[in-house]
Nanobody
Framework: QVQLVEAGGGLVQPGGSLRLSCAASGRRVSLYTMDWYRQAPGNERELVARIFSDGSTSYADSVKGRFTISRDNAKNTVYLQMNSLKPDDTAVYHC??????WGQGTKVTVSS
């Protein structure tokens, strides 16, 4: 059984940084595409960043240049480093892997 557990959310001021983590069990993150999604109240879920098994990455235009997805194969964990945070980044962030396995989410609030 594959499980994903996110951590690292919290309250941060605009311009600040946070690093989210997604610890996986039951699957090696290095062998699968891993995604970070977010969902703000009243909005649809949005794909934020993706890391492929070959290590290549892709990002939503709204976070390009500010967010970085990475993984630590030894810890079997995927990270999302978020810099220059804006109030529009406020959302619940979820980790996802195929076919449709989601973590419980971690809340990020960007506010002064």
């Amino acid at each position: 059984q594959v499980q994903l557990v996110e951590a690292g959310g919290g309250l941060v001021q605009p311009g600040g940084s946070l690093r989210l983590s997604c610890a996986a069990s039951g699957r090696r993150v290095s062998l699968y595409t891993m995604d970070w999604y977010r969902q703000a109240p009243g909005n649809e879920r949005e794909l934020v960043a993706r890391i492929f098994s070959d290590g290549s990455t892709s990002y939503a235009d709204s976070v390009k240049g500010r967010f970085t997805i990475s993984r630590d194969n030894a810890k079997n964990t995927v990270y999302l480093q978020m810099n220059s945070l804006k109030p529009d980044d406020t959302a619940v962030y979820h980790c996802k892997t195929a076919p449709s396995i989601w973590g419980q989410g971690t809340k990020v609030t960007v506010s002064s």
